[in-house]
């Protein structure tokens, strides 16, 4: 029995961070994801987590058939995982949107929130129901609750490992959320055998698990699960003929067929079309550079670049172009639905493909260049935005020629620029202003911005870029003389500069990344107008309003506890909250960071994932020891705050005091290994609190499903902010230093109230 309740909250873990990385992958192909709808499902996740853990896994204390309950509530997990799986994939015929086109902030809230509603609620309650029956069989109320956490936080990340590293290089999302569910049904069956002839409750729920099992095996392994699959895959793309639908580590690849045109998908976003692409786009985005440059001979290519750029790259007397693409399979998949101009593209000598993060090639090539095409025409993520910092564009200048030019574009509009996209093209244009001396900037429907360390790429003329196309035997098909001269016409750029005045400079940096702000202000602008204001209001958010918020807070917060004496319990609850919060932007900030200096590397991100977790467990599962030899609980609760309250000083400090010495490949190569013990030192900080907290709860409260429920509840709920706030505001806003002063000062305030209530609880 006791064994069979261990592997059921392993799977419990497992199941867990499986089932919401997977509706997280699902939901931003429907959402064409970006930071934003990234943190509002990991947000809505949390919320209903902690719902579900504390309303419903209260209801526990109600029933005497405990393990009834949880087998129950396991099951209906298991058949409503896959069942969300497929609802994902039609979500938007069912609220009236047509595939292909975007969301605003409203419907991608309410549409992510129904999706996730059933599955987060019931694993939410999976672990109350759990605390519960353990303590049963333990006999300990805290320290069952500190067990039962600890086996959840092994078995996250087990999920999270084997999802990474096996599920999704193998399996398409229905056979893994069919194969998780089998594993629910097994650990489910092997619980409640337990007790099939001590009542008919028991025997009645076995033979459904039995059934479920039974009939979810044969829909895994007999082909069916391929037929529901397509089935789906046709319904989210209704209207469009996919011909292929595939998973990588970074993302989903699809392909649509039209006739003899194939458009390829990365995550919903068209970004590759054959055999013929984007033709205005892709001739001014490269001819117009190359052209700029007297003798553009070596060239380095990032993203973007298969499906017309690379060719149209090709017609000059170029001698090499290194192409680099971070994930593998868009290439493979290209070459599967071959077409002529893809082929010769892919196939040309002097073209060579890198699979690698383009920030980290810039640093480790030898090469130097004549012109670097950035081919991410917006930093929507942190990952893209890498591309658009102070820091890469001083990086590439050092892979410049003399007379080289690095080449972004930006959104932009040849009538008007709204406030959002001002200030995006205004960061990034200052941004470059600070690291190059001579900056050129071509208009349009999107802006091209050139910049070099040389003054010609500012003096070429009209008439010397139509001489240069003659010489070269270039044969754009609209890029024509007239064309030319209507994109350089010097009121084009009077227009654009007069549209960005009034505009505060400000600076694109790795550890203040405003681009990545402006750039989901700009998306919320267009697909959710009503919520500009919101936007705005965050732009303005500055460091010193939290002082004064939480301040004020603390004041209300006390009054109220003096003239009623009903809010000391609630200390606790709040400072498990605020250690949630804390968790969250620990995580944040050290995957923030490393993209930042090392690039998104997939593996070595889950490596930073798990060593958190794997210090919420050793944090966790050392506390549960030593919980009954600890005498002064809430003394040794509170050490702990003042030490999460150190760790996020000396956290941004590290980052920053580094910074400088990276370029040294010792201290390069070495770096990482860093990461890994914050990021597990931050785990064993957070997870040594929850076992604690619960014993000191306890002293007031005799229900342990409830003292459970409300402090698992209250360390989600901080979850919830710290993803929020820390991926929208505060990362993007106010940087990696002053974020992680907003932990400290909302920790200074959770240490007041435990203290000066430490009489009462």
Excluded at 236 to 243: A, P
Excluded at 601 to 627: E, K, N, P, W
Excluded at 643 to 656: E, N, R, T
């Amino acid at each position: 029995m006791r064994k069979s309740l261990i592997f059921a909250l392993l799977v419990m873990g497992f199941s867990g961070i499986v089932a919401q990385i997977l509706l997280l992958r699902e939901l931003l192909v429907i959402f064409h994801g970006n930071e934003l709808s990234i943190g509002i499902v990991l947000s809505n996740w949390l919320i209903l987590e902690a719902f579900g853990c504390f309303f419903l896994g209260k209801r526990i204390e109600k029933t005497e058939r405990r393990i009834e309950a949880f087998g129950l509530v396991a099951l209906l997990f298991s058949l409503c995982f896959p069942l969300m799986v497929y609802l994902t994939r039609i979500i938007k015929e069912i609220i009236g949107v047509t595939p292909g086109e975007s969301l605003g902030l409203l419907p991608i809230l309410y549409s992510s929130f129904l999706v996730l509603l059933p599955v987060s609620i019931l694993h939410g309650a999976l672990f109350t129901f759990g605390c519960k029956i353990y303590s049963q069989l333990n006999r300990k109320l805290a320290s069952s609750i500190g067990r039962v956490y600890v086996y959840e936080t092994v078995g996250t990340i087990v999920g999270g490992a084997v999802f990474t590293y096996f599920l999704i290089p193998y399996l398409h999302s229905i056979q893994i959320a069919l194969g998780v569910t089998l594993l629910n049904l097994v650990s489910c069956w092997l619980l409640l055998r337990y007790f099939w002839q001590r009542a008919a409750g028991f025997r009645i729920l076995g033979s459904i698990t039995t059934v479920a099992l039974i009939f979810s095996s044969f829909i895994l392994f007999s082909g069916r699960a391929h037929e529901i699959h397509w089935l789906s895959v046709s319904a989210q793309w209704k209207g469009q003929r996919v011909v292929h639908y595939q998973n990588s580590i970074y993302g989903n690849i699809a392909v649509t067929q039209r006739e003899e045109q194939y458009t390829f998908f990365s995550d919903g976003i068209p970004i590759i079309t054959t055999p013929t692409p984007n033709i205005a786009f892709v001739e001014e985005f490269v001819h117009l550079p190359m052209l700029l440059h007297p003798d553009p001979k070596e060239i380095l290519l990032i993203g973007g670049g298969a499906g017309g750029v690379l060719n149209e790259v090709l017609q000059h007397p170029v001698k090499r172009v290194d192409y680099v693409e971070l994930d593998p399979l868009i290439l493979d998949v290209l070459r599967k639905f071959p077409t002529t101009l893809t082929q010769a593209e892919l196939s040309d000598p002097r073209v060579k493909i890198k699979y690698i993060d383009g920030r980290l090639f810039v640093k480790m090539t030898p090469n130097r260049y004549d012109i670097v095409l950035v081919g991410l025409s917006s930093p929507s993520d942190l990952q893209v935005n890498r591309l658009f910092t102070e820091e890469f564009f001083s990086l590439v200048k050092g892979r410049l020629r003399e007379e080289g030019i690095l080449v972004i574009g930006l959104p932009g509009s040849l009538t008007y620029l709204n406030d959002e996209l001002r200030n995006l093209n205004a960061c990034i244009l200052n941004t470059l202003k600070g690291v190059y001396p001579w900056v050129r900037i071509i208009p349009g429907d999107f802006n091209l911005f050139l910049a070099s360390g040389s003054r010609e790429v500012t003096r070429a003329t009209p008439a010397i870029l139509s001489q240069r196309l003659d010489e070269r035997g270039v044969k754009p098909d609209l890029l024509t003389k007239a064309h030319i001269e209507y994109k350089l016409h010097p009121r084009r750029l009077d227009w654009f500069s007069s549209s960005l005045e009034g505009i505060e400079a400000k600076t694109n940096k790795d550890f203040l990344p405003l681009g990545v702000f402006y750039s989901l202000a700009y998306w919320n602008a267009l697909f959710s107008p009503y919520m500009q204001g919101i936007f705005r209001w965050f732009e303005r958010v500055d460091l010193w309003m939290f002082p004064l918020l939480l301040s004020l807070f603390t004041l209300i917060f006390l009054l109220i506890r003096h003239k009623t004496g009903r809010l000391f319990r609630a200390s606790v609850p709040f400072a498990i909250a605020t250690t949630g919060f804390a968790g969250m932007i620990f995580d944040l900030v050290l995957i923030f960071a490393f993209q930042a200096l090392y690039g998104y590397v997939y593996r070595q991100i889950g490596l930073l994932v798990t060593a958190f977790m794997v210090g919420v467990a050793v944090g966790s599962l050392g506390m549960t020891r030593f919980l009954e030899r600890i005498k002064r609980d809430l003394s040794t609760f509170l050490r702990l705050d003042m030490a999460i309250i150190l760790f996020s000083v000396l956290l941004p400090l590290i980052f920053l005091l580094t910074h400088p010495y990276l370029d040294r490949p010792a201290v390069f190569l070495i770096f990482p290994a860093v990461f890994l013990v914050l990021s597990f030192l931050s785990g064993l900080l957070i997870g040594a609190e929850f076992p604690l907290a619960n014993k000191i709860y306890l002293r007031t409260s005799q229900s342990l499903s409830g003292t459970a429920g409300l402090l698992y509840g209250a360390d989600l709920l901080g979850g919830w902010f710290g993803g929020i706030l820390g991926g929208v505001v505060l990362l993007p806003v106010l940087g990696l230093l002053k974020t992680c002063m907003v932990v400290v000062l909302l920790k200074i305030t959770s240490l007041i109230l435990l203290a000066t209530s430490a009489k009462r609880i």
